[in-house]
C-alpha cells in the first residue's frame, strides 16, 4: 500500500515553519559599496556621492541607495532558499536612508504558511533592514513559493 | 488641483497612458557577475554568479532584482509627444515630459519604495529585455522635508520570447 504525501509535506523542515527566522544578511554602508553599485546601476547621484549634496537634501551627509537596500533583501532571501524555493513577491517602504559608517542588518521571519489549491506551499516573511542602532530603514513583505 | 497644489489636472491626465517602451541590450555574463559583485560587497558573491562553469553549463541566471537597463537601451520607442526639458528635472527622475506635460517645479528625488512581483521566468545571458512604463498615480503630503509628490510607476518587463519577467511599481518621491 503507498500513502499520498500530505500537501507540503516535502517542505516541512523547521526552517520553513511559522516564526522561523531568516539567516540575517549584513553589510557596511559607505562609499566603496555606494560607489560600486552605482557603477552596475548607474546611480551615480549627489546624495549617494557627495556629502554638501547630502546636506543640501536635509541629511548628515551622503545618504545610501535605497536600491541597494533593496538588492540586500533579495540577497537574502534567495541565499536562505537556495534551490528550495523562488521569491515570488517582495515590497518594501524606505523609511530612514543608511550613512556613511552604518552596518546594515537585514533580516526577517516566516509569518505565514499556507499550501494553495494546486499543492504548492507558500511563506509569508515579514522583513527588515535597520541600522546598529536598531533604527529601521525599511520594513518590508515578501512570499516565497517553495518547491516540492 | 490637489489641495497641497503638486497634482496639476494636466498632470492626473496622464495617469496610466504608457509614456516609455524600452529594450535592453542583450544581457552578458559579465553583466549578472559585476552586479552580484557589487551588491554582495565586501564579501565575494555566490559561486551560483562567480563559478565561470555555471555560465558555461547554462546555469547563470540573473539575479531578481538585476537591472539590465542600467546603462542604457538598445532601443526606446517614445509617445511622440515629448518636450524638452531641462537637466535639473531629469536628476529627479521626472518623466511627465515624455506625455508632453511639464514636470512638477520639484528638484529633489528620494526612492520611497518599491514592490516587485516576479512570474518565476529567469533573466539569463543573452536574453533581451522590453520594459514597459506607465504613471499608476499620484498622491502628496507632507513631510520632514516639506510638501512631497509620490509617484507610482508601474513597470512591466517581458523577455524577447514574450514571457513576462516582473512587474515592478516604484514610488518617486519629489520635494
Keep these: 500500500m503507498t500513502y499520498a504525501a500530505a500537501p507540503g509535506a ?34 551615480f547621484v549627489g546624495i549617494h556621492m557627495d556629502d554638501e549634496a547630502g546636506q543640501a537634501a536635509g541629511y548628515p551627509g551622503a545618504i545610501g541607495m535605497g536600491n541597494l537596500v533593496w538588492g540586500w533583501l533579495h540577497c537574502m532571501v534567495e541565499d536562505w532558499l537556495g534551490d528550495r524555493g523562488r521569491l515570488e513577491h517582495l ?18 521571519v516566516v509569518s505565514g ?9 507558500v511563506l509569508e516573511l515579514d522583513l527588515w533592514a535597520e541600522k546598529q542602532t536598531g533604527e529601521r530603514l525599511t520594513s ?4 516565497v513559493e517553495l518547491s516540492g | ?13 496622464i495617469v496610466g497612458q504608457p509614456y516609455g517602451r524600452q529594450v535592453s541590450y542583450p544581457i ?12 554582495y560587497f565586501p564579501q ?36 511622440g509627444r515629448e518636450i524638452e526639458i531641462g537637466p535639473e528635472y531629469r536628476s529627479s527622475g521626472a518623466m511627465e515630459h515624455y506625455l508632453g506635460v511639464t ?45 512631497m509628490l509620490l509617484t507610482d510607476i508601474a513597470t512591466t518587463w517581458t523577455n524577447q520570447d514574450g514571457d513576462e519577467v516582473r512587474t515592478r511599481r516604484m514610488t518617486l518621491i519629489r520635494y
Design chain 2, 1 to 13: 488641483m490637489s489641495e497641497l497644489g503638486l497634482v496639476r489636472p494636466d498632470m492626473q491626465g
Design chain 2, 103 to 147: 514636470p512638477p517645479e520639484l528638484r529633489r528625488a528620494l526612492n520611497g519604495g518599491v514592490s516587485a512581483t516576479y512570474t518565476g521566468v529567469p533573466m539569463r545571458p543573452g536574453d533581451v529585455i522590453t520594459a514597459e512604463s506607465a504613471i499608476a498615480g499620484y498622491s502628496e503630503r507632507e513631510g520632514r522635508l516639506g510638501a
Design chain 2, 28 to 39: 552578458s555574463a559579465s553583466d549578472i557577475r559585476k552586479w552580484a559583485l557589487a551588491v
Design chain 1, 140 to 143: 518590508a513583505k515578501g512570499r
Design chain 1, 91 to 108: 515590497e518594501c517602504r524606505f523609511r530612514v536612508p543608511a550613512l556613511k559608517g552604518d552596518e546594515i542588518t537585514c533580516g526577517g
Design chain 1, 113 to 121: 504558511r499556507e499550501v494553495r489549491a494546486d499543492g504548492t506551499t
Design chain 1, 10 to 43: 516535502s517542505t516541512r523542515t523547521p526552517e520553513f515553519e511559522v516564526n522561523a527566522p531568516v539567516p540575517p544578511f549584513v553589510r557596511p554602508a559607505g562609499l566603496e559599496a555606494w560607489n560600486r553599485y552605482a557603477a552596475v546601476n548607474d546611480e
Design chain 2, 44 to 79: 565575494t558573491p555566490p559561486s551560483r554568479y562567480a563559478d565561470p562553469r555555471a555560465a558555461a553549463a547554462g546555469r547563470l541566471v540573473a539575479p531578481l532584482d538585476f537591472n539590465p537597463f542600467a546603462w542604457g537601451a538598445a532601443e526606446e520607442t517614445g509617445t
